[in-house]
C-alpha cells in the first residue's frame, strides 16, 4: 500500500496532501455537505460566546477549522457504523446526526443534554445516531474503537468503527496496542487521525519522532495515508477507500487528515505558540467553508440568495439551540445519584 | 553416593502433585538432562529432569501415585560403581535442584517453594438460604468452579466471551479456563498479546457495543497498566453517558499475595476497586460462592472486578449441584456463628479468620465469623447486626491499613453500632511494606492465623 507523501515544494501552511485528484461532488453532496459543516462552525462559535457568557463551563475544545474532517467521514459510512472520538467532539455529533439542541443543552449542563447535564463537552453519547462519546483521557478511546470494531467481527456484521484522535494522542501508547490487535484480527476500523499541527501548545514537530502519521502503522503493515483534510471531497473519497478495505475483512486503515484548529487548544489558551499570520493564511487559503462556498458559486449549485437563504437556516438552528439551553433546566438534584449502576 | 530425586515445586504455590508417569525404568542409565517422568499439578504436566548422571537404582513412588507432597524423594539414582545396596547403606544425598519446568514461563509462572497461608478450614455446614434443602454438593476446586460458571453463562448466552493473556491455546496460565478453547472455539475465547492497557479499553469498547467480555488477568498485579480504562472507561460511561451507554464487562483473574513472588506480583487491590463508584467489587473466598457470584456477574449489566486468589485454586469446597446456581451479589454470608466477636474477611482472609475460630473456641471464645463476598455493594447490614449482638469485631485482609477495607468497614460500624461497641474495631492486615522475597519477612508481612486470634482476643479484654 502506497503511502502519499507531503509534496516538499508546496506551501508551509498549506494542509493539503498535494498531488491526489479529488472526486467532484454532486449538487446535493456540495450543499448537504456545505450546510453540515456551517452548521457545526456556527454551534462552535456559539458556543464560544456562551462560555464567554458564563453559561457553559469547565473544558470547552472548539473544532473550529477542522469541520471537512468529519462531515467527509460521515459522507462514507452508512447506517449502524459508529464513531467515537476524544474531547474535541461537537463536530462529530453533529456531523453524525444528533440535534444540536441536545449537544448545547449537555454544554450548559441541563437537564435534556445527550447526559441528562452529568456530562459536560467532552462526555456526550448518542447510541441511537452511533455516537459512542466524547471521551476526557487523550487517547483512551482508541481502544474503546478498536473494542467496538471487534463487537462488529464477532457478530459477522458488516458494521465498521471510526476511530478519531488527534496528532498529540497518536503519541500514546495505547494507541499502538490498539493497532497490533486490529491488524492482528483484521479488525474493521478505520483511524482517523486529525493532525491540526498542535497538541494542545506543542507542534507535532516538537513531539512526533516521525511527523508523517500515516506511517505510524507500518510496523503493524496498517496502511495509511494522508488526506486533505480541508477538501471535504477528499475526506470522503479517502472514507470510502478505507471504509470498503475495512468492509472486505482486511482489517484496519489509517487516515491521517491535514488539518488546523483555527481557536486555541481550548478556551483558556492564547495560543501563543504560533503565529496570527499562520493562522490567518490557512483561514484565507484552505477554509473548508469558505472553498466549498466557492466551489457551489462557481458551478451554480446555488447563488448568492441560495446561500445566504442556508445561512440563515443554521443560523437559526443554533441560535434555537441556545436558547433551548439556555433556559432548560439543570438536572434534578435527584439526578446526582442515578446512573452510577444499571 | 546415591542420589535422591524430589518430587520438584513446579509452581509458586504448589504443595503438593501427582506422579502420572516415569519416562525410564529402574536399571536405565540417566544422564544431566534426560526426562525421568511426568508430573501433573493441577495447572499442568510438566517433565522431570535429572540432574545427575548414573543409573536409576530406585523408583521410590510409582507412577499414578496421587498428592506426593513436594520434596517427597520419588527415585534414587545411583553412581558408577554403586549398586541397589548402596541405597539402603548408605545415607542419600538431597538434590536440590531436582527439575527445572520443561518450557520457559513468564516470571509468575517460576518455580518457587509453597504457601505458607493455611488451608481454608470447611466452616460447620449452617444451612444456606442460597442453595435449597437436600441440594447434592459436589466437590471440586474453586479453579474447576470458576470454570463451571464462564462455561455455563457462555452456553447460555451467545454475547459472552473470554479474553486475556494465554487463556486458549494455553489453557490458562492458571489453569482456569482450561478446556474453554475446546468448546466454545477460538472466536468466544482469545488468547490476547500481552497488552493490558490495550486489550482492556477494547473489551470496554466491546462491552460498550453490548457484548459481555470475561477479561482475564493474568494476575490483578497487571491490571495497574490498564487502570486508566477500567476507572476512567469502565466505571463512569453509565453516569456520564447520563444513563445510555451500560458497559456490561467482568475482569477477572487472581489478586494478593501468591508464594514468593515479591513486591511488584504480591498485592492486594480490593481497596484500590473498592472505592470507585460505578464498579462492583467481589472477592470470594470457596468454590460455591465462586461459582454462584461469578455467573451473577457475567449477568450483572455493570462492570464488574472479581478478585481471584492463587492460593484458593487448588483448595476444594463442595458446591450445590443445580442447573443455575447464581448467588446474590451484595450479600455477605456468616460462614460460622458465634456469639462474643465479629471478624469480617473475603477471600483468602476467610482462611485465617475461620482457622483463628477453631483456635479461639478452644478458649472458649465463640466467634462469628462473616465472608463478605462482594466488597462493593458492601452487605452492611449483616456487619452491623452481627456487631450488635457481639458488641466487638475484627477485620481481616490482605491489603494495607491506611484507606483500607478494613478501615472502611471500621468506620460503618462505628456509624451505624457505636454504642454497641464494647471494645474499638481491630484490624489485622499486611504490614505496610511491599511484599518481601525472603521466606521468612513475607510471612511477617501477611496477616496469620495467630494475628487474628490475638486482635479477637484483645477485643474481648482477654
Redesign the interface.
Known sequence: MAVAQKNPSADKDAPAAAGTPVPEFSKEQDLSAYRTMLTIRRFEEKAGQMYGMGLIGGFCHLYIGQEAVVVGMQMALKPGD?V?TGYRDHGHMIACGMDPKGVMAELTGRTH???????GSM?????EKGF??????VG?Q???????????R?RGNDNLSVTYFGDGAANQ??VY??F??AE?WKLPVIYVIENNRYAMGTSIARASAETNLSRRGLSFNIPGEQVDGMDVRAVKAAGEKAASWCRAGKGPYILEMLTYRYRGHSMSDPAKYRTREEVDRVRTTYDPIDMARHRILEKKFANEEGLKKIDAAVRDLINQAAEFATHDPEPDVSELY????? | MPIEVLMPALSPTMEKGNLAKWLKKEGDSVKSGDIIAEIETDKATMEVEAADEGTLGKILVPAGTADVAVNTPIAVILSDGEDKSSITSAKVTLQPKAAAPASPVKAQDAPAPKSNTPETPTPQAAADPDIPEGTEMVIMTMREALRDAMAEEMRRDKDVFVMGEEVAEYQGAYKVTQGLLQEFGDKRVIDTPITEHGFTGLGIGAALAGLKPVVEFMTFNFAMQAMDQLINSAAKTLYMSGGQMTCSIVFRGPNGAAARVAAQHSQDYSAWYSHIPGLRVIAPSNAADAKGLLKAAIRDPNPVIFLENEILYGHTSPVPKLDDFVLPIGKAKIARAGSDVTIIAWSMGMSYALKAAEELEKDGIQAEVIDLRTLKPMDTDTIIASVQKTGRAVTVEEGWQQSGVGAEIAARIMAHAFDYLDAPVARVSAKEVPMPYAANLEKLALPSVAEVVEAAKAVCYR
Do not use: C, W
Open positions: 459508529q467515537i443534554g445527550y447526559s441528562k447535564g452529568k456530562g462526555h456526550m453519547f448518542s447510541v459512542f462519546g466524547g471521551h476526557g483521557i483512551a482508541v481502544p474503546l474503537g478498536t473494542g467496538l470494531a471487534f463487537a462488529n464477532y501508547g495505547q496496542e490498539s497490533n490487535m492482528l442515578t446512573d452510577i449502576y444499571r
